[in-house]
C-alpha cells in the first residue's frame, strides 16, 4: 500500500498527552473562574460568512484570514472571538438580558507567517461585559480583579496588570496641541518600551512635528513614578480629560475592595492598546520576569460592539488572553508544574487469574467511588505490564490473584514510595484517594515568590 | 454607516445562553465519565494538509469536505475525529505507551445539505483504545459498560446497546455460500428495520441470486430472540465463524461484571456498522422512544487503525456520540432538564449606597467562597434590578444598604420563595450554598423510568 507520510501543520499546536493534561487543567481553571464573576459560556462556529465577519473590513488581519468558498458561499474562520461575539449580540439581542456577561474559549484561526512561539491555530479565552445603552465604570475596575485571580489561581505570581484610560490619553494630547498629530504621537509613545525615551522625543520633534518643550512635557509626564498625582496637576482645562482622570481614579478606588495588592497593578500612562476601538480603561498584563513576551492578558473598555450589524449601542469591556501562545510560552520558560498528576489513569488493575470477572467487578467498584481506573488484561510479561503504570505514572496498581479474591482483599501498590498492602477495597479506596489528593494538591503554573 | 444584517450560518447550531450552559454540563459529564475508565484528553487541530487527511480517499465523505488553499498549501477541516487520531497516534507513535486511551470531544466539519437536524459543524464525541499489534478482547466487553455509564449519567433511562460481530457476520456469509454477493447481502440487511423481512427476502432472492431457502435461513436466525443458542447450534462449520462466537460470548459473559442491567443490551445480529472498517464486535445504541432517530452512538473493533499512515499494526476499537445533534433531538423531544440552574450567576449584589466599596467587598467574599457573584451596578430603577435577577433565573439577591453595613450583616432575598433573610455573611453562604446543592441535583436529560 503506498503510504502517506503523517504530519500536523507548522503553527498548529497539538500536544502529547501529559501536556495537553496540563492545557485542559489552565482551561478548567479559567472557565471556574470566569464562572465565580457570573460569566456565561458561549459557543460560537468557527465558520461564519465573509461577508458578516468582515463587515469591518480590512486591516493587517484581512489577510490573515482563512477564506474559501463552499457552493456559492464564501466564508471565512474567526480570527478572533471579538468579532463573533458582536454578531452574537446583534442578532439575539432581543432574547438577551443585559449587561450581558460572557466567556468564550476556543480556537481562531490566522495565517501568520510561521514562526517559533506563533500560531495559526490557537485558543483565546475572552470575557467581556456588554450594556445596553450604557454600563457603568465599576465594570472596569472589575477587570483587573478577574485578571489577578484568574493568573493566581492559575499559580501565576510574578505578573502586573497595567492600567490607562484612553480618555487621559486622548485629553492630554488636546490639552498639549498635538490633536492633529494624535495617531502619530500615540504610535510613537508605543515604542517607549522598545527605543526608549530619547529616541522617542527624537521622532515626536523631527517626524511629528512636536514642539521639543511639548514633547519633553508629554515624556515627563508619562514616565512620572506618581501618574494620579500628576494627572491631577493637569486637571480643569480640558473636558475628556477631566473624565478620563475621573474614571481612572474611580478604577483605582475599588481596587483594593476586589481583593487587587497593590503590588500586582499599577497605573502606565504609556498604555495605548491601538488606535480606535477602545475609549475607557485598557489593560495589559505583564510577567515581571519575562518582559519580553509582551502583555499576556489585554483589553478594554470601547463604546461600540456591534456597530457594523447594528443601531443599537453596545458599550463594553472586555479581556482576552492568548492561550496557545501563553501555554507555549509557560512550557517554554520550565513554569509548567510537572509534579500534577497527568496520568490518564488513577488505579490500574492487574487481574492474575484467567477468570476476569472479580477484576472487572473491583474496577467497577472503583470507578463507582470516582477513582479513574484502568483495567489491564493485555498478555504481556509481569514487568511490562507495571512498566505500563510507571511509563504513564499512574500511581497505584491493584494485584488481584486467587488468595485476594478468596479473601474480598486487593495487594494496592503505592508505585513513588514501593508500599504495598493488601486491604478491603474500602481501605484501598480511602488510601487511594488520600494519595490524590496530596497528588493534585497545587497549581498548574509554578513561579517563585 | 452602511451596515451588514448579522446572521449565522445554516447548518451552524448557536445556542442561546440557558442551552449552551445545558450542552456544556453534558460535555462536562461526558469528561468526566470518560476519565473514569481512564482515557486521556486529546486535542487535535481542526485543520489538516489535505494530502494527509484524505490518505483513506474517496467515498461518500470526500464531497461535503471543505477544502482550500491558504498560500500554496492545501488544506481539509476535519470530517470526523478518527482520521486525526490515525494521524496522531502514527506520527507519535514512538512517544506514546500502548494501549493507548484517547478521548477527544470536538468540532467535525461536513458540508452536507443544510436540513432540519443536520449540522455542517457538530461536536463528535469520541474515545478510542489502541493497541500496539495486539488488543485483548476484554477492551470490547468493557466499550458497551462505557456507553451505559455515560447514557446514565447523562439522565437517559430508557436505551438499549445493541451488540453484534462482524465475524459472525461474516463467517455465516462463508456458511451460507454467500462470500461473493456478501457486501450486497449486508447492504440487503441493512434494511430490515426500514423495510421489514418479507422485503428483504425479495430483494436478496431476486437482486442478488440468494437462493430462496438460504434467505430463509438467514433471515430466520438474524430475527431470533436467541442469538447466542442460535448461533451455538452453526458451531464448528467455519473457523470465523466459531472465533466471531467466541467473541460475542466473551464479550456478553463480562457486561454483567462490568455493571450493565440486562435490559439495557441485547445482541442483535442484524447490526453490520458499514461494510469495510470493522473486523470484531460492533455497537449501537438505540433510544427506545425514538427508534426514529437512529444511534445515538455507535462504533466497533478494527484491525488497522493507521495503515494508511504507517506499516505498524494499530487494533483499536471506539464509538463516537455525535453530540450536537443529539442535543438537537434532546431538545425537540423536550428531554432537556430545564429546572436544573442555567444561570451565570447564584448571587446578585444590589448595592443600595454611594460608595460601592461594602459592596464590592462582600462580592470578593462570596467568590471566596465559591459562589458565582454578579455585582449590579446600572443606574436603574429597583423593579428593574431585581427583574434582571429574575430574567436570567440567578436564585439569590442581596441588597445591601446602610443599614446591613453598619450591623455587619445582608439582606438575601430567595427569588423562588420570595423569603428575605438579614444575616450574617457566613449566615448567607451556608443558606445559599445548601439552596444551590438542592436546585443542582440531577442530571442534565429527564426520563421517564
Known sequence: MDRIKPRTLSGFMELLPQRQVQFDRMVEILRKTYALYGFTPLDTPAIEASEVLLAK????TEKQIYRFTKGDTDLSLRFDLTVPLAKYVALHSGELTFPFRRFQIGKVYRGERAQRGRFREFYQADIDVIGDGSLDIVNEAEIPSIIYQTFTALGLKRFQIRLNNRKVLNGLFALLGLEAQSADVMRTIDKLEKIGPEKVKELLVNDFAVP???????????STDQPMEALAALKGKN????????ELSTVVQYLSAFGVPEDHYKVDLTIARGLDYYTGTVYETAMLDHPEIGSICSGGRYDNLAEYYTNKQL??????????RLFFVLEDQKYLNDDLLTAPADVLVLPMTEDLSPAITLATRFRAAGLRTQLYTERKKFKQKIGYADKLGIPYVVFLG????QAGLAAVKDLSTGEQLTQSVDEAIARIRSGLAARNAGAPIRDRD
Do not use: M, N, W, Y
Open 57 to 60: 473590513g480590512g486591516g493587517e
Open 212 to 222: 521639543a518643550e511639548t514633547a519633553g512635557q508629554l515624556l515627563e509626564l508619562l
Open 239 to 246: 473636558e475628556l480629560f477631566d473624565r478620563g482622570v475621573e
Open 315 to 324: 458599550p463594553g469591556v472586555g479581556i482576552s488572553i492568548g492561550l496557545t
Open 402 to 405: 486467587e488468595d485476594e479474591i
